[in-house]
């Protein structure tokens, strides 16, 4: 077990040094999110030291399982690229890739009990988390039934499982929101939280176990909503737009891309296709003939992007887009268990 300073994470040590000793590499790739750099970095260190193999850890980004290095595997001759902290049902992506889950042992037990007076308005909760936290949302589940509430964990689907969301996929609190009456999100992510709220279109609270916070969503749902929708008005008389292809692994929609490319043309909009890895404000700022951008690479980076002069539209932004055009008021656009 790593220990560090805010949370302890457990490594599935084991199914990395299993593939190494049945693969037997030279060399291999660690990728991770940010916050597990260090505990990545002390492993790494006896991982050489006990198998004489070369270790590469990647510094760039790990934003999810869409975010995978098996293309650098082949640049730089590595043999095994360990995905590390996004755990998914699926354990291999690509030639090379292997996914590795991580868990954090943080305890809910004092925030559970911190939120029950506020919950106790609802009866039925739904429980939701991100990849961290997954390994306890039975223990949590039965935590707020011996509470009295009646709880619904969502099915897993495709690389989900079962209470997992990601930052474009909330299949498994969309596809219960009928029978809930509340959500509960465990874990810090406020990105994640409000994305359920969206997608799910109902009360959200999310419970912080390292800061013992109990926090409603709504404020800060309706907030993004509403600086979403903003972005949406403001490129309804805009003629010329960018389609921006994501060229992550796992962001690279080019299909997706071209449908959206097709759609403006067919409202009679000038339409450039630009490829980019990282989208910022400083690379699409060279673009000034260019005054919105549409972009299928990642949900998050419209609806939490603020640091954009131009609008820069997600997919449901870019289709509640096209309502408006087609002369209909739009709908509850993100209300969908896919954002892309």
Same mark, same amino acid.
């Given at each position: 077990?790593?220990?560090?300073?805010?949370?302890?994470?457990?490594?599935?040590?084991?199914?990395?040094?299993?593939?190494?000793?049945?693969?037997?590499?030279?060399?291999?790739?660690?990728?991770?999110?940010?916050?597990?750099?260090?505990?990545?970095?002390?492993?790494?260190?006896?991982?050489?030291?006990?198998?004489?193999?070369?270790?590469?850890?990647?510094?760039?980004?790990?934003?999810?399982?869409?975010?995978?290095?098996?293309?650098?595997?082949?640049?730089? *001759?590595?043999?095994?690229?360990?995905?590390?902290?996004?755990?998914?049902?699926?354990?291999?992506?690509?030639?090379?890739?292997?996914?590795?889950?991580?868990?954090?042992?943080?305890?809910?037990? *004092?925030?559970?009990?911190?939120?029950?007076?506020?919950?106790?308005?609802?009866?039925?909760?739904?429980?939701?988390?991100?990849?961290?936290?997954?390994?306890?949302?039975?223990?949590?589940?039965?935590?707020?039934?011996?509470?009295?509430?009646?709880?619904?964990?969502?099915?897993?689907?495709?690389?989900?499982?079962?209470?997992?969301?990601?930052?474009?996929?909330?299949?498994?609190?969309? *596809?219960?929101?009928?029978?809930?009456?509340?959500?509960?999100?465990?874990?810090?992510?406020?990105?994640?939280?409000?994305?359920?709220?969206?997608?799910?279109?109902?009360?959200?609270?999310?419970?912080?176990?390292?800061?013992?916070?109990?926090?409603?969503?709504?404020?800060?749902?309706?907030?993004?909503?509403?600086?979403?929708?903003?972005?949406?008005?403001?490129?309804?008389?805009?003629?010329?737009?960018?389609?921006?292809?994501?060229?992550?692994?796992?962001?690279?929609?080019?299909?997706?891309?071209?449908?959206?490319?097709?759609?403006?043309?067919?409202?009679?909009?000038?339409?450039?296709?630009?490829?980019?890895?990282?989208?910022?404000?400083?690379?699409?700022?060279?673009?000034?003939?260019?005054?919105?951008?549409?972009?299928?690479?990642?949900?998050?980076?419209?609806?939490?992007?603020?640091?954009?002069?131009?609008?820069?539209?997600?997919?449901?932004?870019?289709?509640?887009?096209?309502?408006?055009?087609?002369?209909?008021?739009?709908?509850?656009?993100?209300?969908?268990?896919?954002?892309?």
């Amino acid at each position: 077990m790593f220990t560090g300073e805010i949370f302890q994470v457990r490594l599935d040590e084991n199914s990395i040094i299993a593939e190494i000793e049945k693969v037997k590499p030279k060399t291999i790739m660690l990728s991770t999110p940010d916050g597990y750099l260090t505990q990545i970095h002390e492993f790494a260190i006896k991982i050489e030291k006990n198998y004489k193999i070369q270790t590469i850890i990647s510094a760039d980004p790990c934003y999810g399982v869409c975010d995978v290095m098996d293309e650098e595997t082949s640049r730089l *001759n590595v043999d095994i690229s360990f995905h590390i902290g996004h755990n998914s049902s699926i354990k291999r992506i690509g030639n090379k890739t292997v996914l590795i889950d991580a868990y954090e042992d943080v305890d809910f037990t *004092n925030v559970i009990k911190k939120s029950l007076s506020l919950l106790r308005q609802y009866r039925r909760l739904g429980l939701c988390t991100i990849s961290p936290y997954l390994h306890q949302i039975n223990s949590i589940k039965k935590s707020f039934e011996l509470e009295g509430f009646e709880i619904y964990v969502g099915e897993g689907q495709g690389k989900l499982l079962d209470g997992q969301i990601m930052g474009c996929r909330f299949n498994s609190v969309f *596809n219960i929101r009928e029978n809930i009456d509340a959500l509960i999100f465990l874990g810090q992510s406020r990105f994640h939280a409000i994305g359920a709220a969206l997608s799910s279109g109902k009360p959200t609270f999310i419970l912080d176990p390292y800061l013992m916070v109990v926090e409603n969503m709504d404020n800060l749902t309706k907030k993004w909503l509403t600086r979403s929708i903003l972005q949406i008005y403001k490129t309804r008389d805009i003629k010329r737009f960018g389609v921006i292809i994501g060229l992550r692994e796992g962001q690279n929609l080019l299909n997706r891309a071209i449908q959206m490319k097709s759609r403006l043309l067919e409202y009679g909009k000038n339409v450039q296709m630009i490829a980019i890895r990282e989208i910022t404000e400083e690379r699409l700022a060279s673009f000034i003939n260019i005054d919105a951008f549409v972009q299928t690479a990642c949900p998050r980076i419209s609806i939490d992007g603020e640091n954009f002069r131009k609008p820069i539209l997600s997919i449901p932004q870019t289709e509640a887009l096209f309502e408006i055009w087609d002369g209909k008021k739009p709908g509850t656009f993100f209300e969908k268990p896919f954002w892309l």
